[in-house]
């Protein structure tokens, strides 16, 4: 998804744009699955009792709050974070009702770094370091593809090409 144009200054172009890795949707899915096969053994075993109904009611209540609070909710959250690298500056915009973000100037980036766990390794993500002119280094974990951000980071810092 493209960043929206009317957030960016004339003349700055977006270098790269990320959400966070899908390695954080699996909790979410997991936890879909997990209610859906719940709620649908337990509906079964209630089937031929008086009160079934009310039962039933229940557990569709009870499970459309678990995924509406321990998937949906994660999934939206996931799809309205943004971590964009332009000519000028690193943006990160996080939220839904409330919205919240952090311009970082290329002109006050003093470094960039990257950090990865073998699994993470494997998935293909990490945590990229920014260090800044603030007293300390923002860690946004996550990153998809942490290592190529790095280097197109790094890149555009240093003015090289």
Not at 25 to 48: E, I, K, M, N
Not at 88 to 111: Q, T, W, Y
Not at 149 to 155: I, S
Request: charged share 15%; glycine share 6%; with cysteine.
């Amino acid at each position: 998804m493209v960043y929206p144009d009317d957030l960016l200054v004339p003349g700055e172009q977006i270098v790269t744009h990320r959400r966070p890795h899908w390695k954080s949707l699996v909790v979410p899915v997991v936890v879909l699955l997990l209610v859906v096969g719940t709620s649908t053994f337990l509906a079964a075993l209630v089937r031929a009792q008086s009160w079934a109904p009310w039962a039933w009611l229940a557990l569709a209540v009870t499970g459309a709050v678990l995924v509406g609070w321990l998937t949906v909710a994660p999934v939206v959250r996931w799809r309205a974070t943004h971590f964009v690298v332009t000519s000028r500056r690193v943006l990160v915009r996080e939220g839904v009702l409330s919205r919240h973000g952090i311009d970082i100037p290329m002109s006050r980036i003093n470094s960039v770094q990257f950090r990865h766990t073998a699994l993470e390794r494997v998935l293909g993500c990490g945590t990229l370091i920014i260090e800044s002119a603030s007293d300390e280094p923002l860690e946004f974990a996550d990153v998809p593809g942490v290592e190529r951000v790095h280097a197109l980071l790094y890149q555009e810092v240093t003015g090289e090409s």
